[in-house]
């Protein structure tokens, strides 16, 4: 794992206040990366990735999901009106709680959703709330990530599955400058650490989770980057960025960053299922 010691709870929160209007102007409406199996638009890779894991999770009409790290709620709008399940959306953003709303309203998922801005590692549910915790790039954010697997255990019900998208360290921070720019990586994109492949499948099994599946999507995502880099260079936003200072500028700028470091596999991206031994 690499740690990065400056970044702290309140910026995380203030970056996503701040900058989701630049997500959504930039990217879409989910803010995490396209999965690609050849040249698809941003907006249908965006989707395939929402939709491989919802399939690798097994998930099922009906259930009760909790999507960790909501943002605009585009997992949980989708989990709603495409699985018909019942969603509950946490985010520690409160401007991601409202506009998630507001989108859900607007693709008439309301009854099926339901958003709160409290922070993933305080925040208690009743035990066997959930049949499935679903996580899309924001355990990255997480400051204790092997007591999140803990209560993410407790919060499924017995055979309930938790479901995970993270942006990894490599598995070689001792060769040349690795180690370096996933610190730059975290720096810039207000991550505490990232774990590597091998610490989140040791992180959900001390949890008392059985792995089902762990997928390496690296060369599938990381023209998420490329395209960003361009859609930065022709658009404004990197004056649009000035007056938020410099965690918004250094955000931007460490876009270069991280297409470096998947290229030269100092970072990873994986999918991992994970599922519960309580039995029924
Ligand atoms: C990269 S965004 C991903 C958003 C969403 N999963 C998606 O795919 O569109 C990271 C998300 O994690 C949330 N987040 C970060 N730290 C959190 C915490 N401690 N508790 C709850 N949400 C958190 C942010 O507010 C943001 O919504």
Redesign the pocket.
């Given at each position: 794992m690499i740690v990065c010691p400056t970044v702290s709870?309140d910026a995380?929160r203030t970056h996503?206040d701040l900058a989701t209007l630049f997500y959504r102007l930039l990217w879409g409406r989910?803010?995490?990366h396209g999965l690609w199996d050849a040249a698809e638009s941003p907006r249908r890779a965006q989707l395939r990735l929402t939709e491989t894991m919802a399939r690798l999770a097994a998930v099922e009409p009906g259930q009760r999901v909790l999507?960790?790290?909501?943002?605009?709620g585009?997992?949980s709008i989708h989990l709603a009106r495409a699985m018909n399940c019942h969603v509950t959306g946490?985010?520690?953003?409160r401007m991601?709680r409202v506009w998630a709303e507001c989108a859900s309203r607007w693709h008439g998922a309301a009854a099926q959703t339901e958003f709160r801005r409290?922070?993933?590692?305080i925040v208690s549910f009743p035990a066997a709330a959930f049949d499935l915790v679903w996580?899309?790039?924001?355990t990255e954010?997480?400051f204790d990530k092997p007591r999140f697997f803990q209560r993410a255990a407790e919060w499924i019900k017995p055979g309930g599955r938790v479901a995970i998208c993270a942006w990894l360290a490599g598995d070689t921070p001792q060769q040349g400058d690795h180690a370096q720019q996933v610190y730059d990586v975290c720096e810039g994109f207000l991550c505490p650490s990232l774990g590597t492949r091998a610490d989140y499948v040791q992180w959900m099994q001390d949890a008392g989770l059985v792995v089902e599946g762990v997928h390496d999507w690296t060369s599938r995502v990381s023209q998420t980057w490329e395209i960003c880099l361009r859609r930065i260079r022709r658009s404004g936003v990197r004056w649009l960025a000035l007056p938020f200072g410099r965690d918004m500028t250094c955000f931007l700028e460490r876009f270069e960053t991280i297409l470096r470091a998947y290229n030269t596999g100092a970072m990873q991206y994986g999918c991992f299922i994970a599922r519960s031994t309580k039995t029924r």
């Amino acid at each position: 794992m690499i740690v990065c010691p400056t970044v702290s709870k309140d910026a995380i929160r203030t970056h996503y206040d701040l900058a989701t209007l630049f997500y959504r102007l930039l990217w879409g409406r989910h803010i995490h990366h396209g999965l690609w199996d050849a040249a698809e638009s941003p907006r249908r890779a965006q989707l395939r990735l929402t939709e491989t894991m919802a399939r690798l999770a097994a998930v099922e009409p009906g259930q009760r999901v909790l999507d960790v790290g909501c943002g605009m709620g585009g997992s949980s709008i989708h989990l709603a009106r495409a699985m018909n399940c019942h969603v509950t959306g946490i985010t520690v953003s409160r401007m991601q709680r409202v506009w998630a709303e507001c989108a859900s309203r607007w693709h008439g998922a309301a009854a099926q959703t339901e958003f709160r801005r409290v922070d993933a590692e305080i925040v208690s549910f009743p035990a066997a709330a959930f049949d499935l915790v679903w996580s899309i790039e924001c355990t990255e954010h997480l400051f204790d990530k092997p007591r999140f697997f803990q209560r993410a255990a407790e919060w499924i019900k017995p055979g309930g599955r938790v479901a995970i998208c993270a942006w990894l360290a490599g598995d070689t921070p001792q060769q040349g400058d690795h180690a370096q720019q996933v610190y730059d990586v975290c720096e810039g994109f207000l991550c505490p650490s990232l774990g590597t492949r091998a610490d989140y499948v040791q992180w959900m099994q001390d949890a008392g989770l059985v792995v089902e599946g762990v997928h390496d999507w690296t060369s599938r995502v990381s023209q998420t980057w490329e395209i960003c880099l361009r859609r930065i260079r022709r658009s404004g936003v990197r004056w649009l960025a000035l007056p938020f200072g410099r965690d918004m500028t250094c955000f931007l700028e460490r876009f270069e960053t991280i297409l470096r470091a998947y290229n030269t596999g100092a970072m990873q991206y994986g999918c991992f299922i994970a599922r519960s031994t309580k039995t029924r």
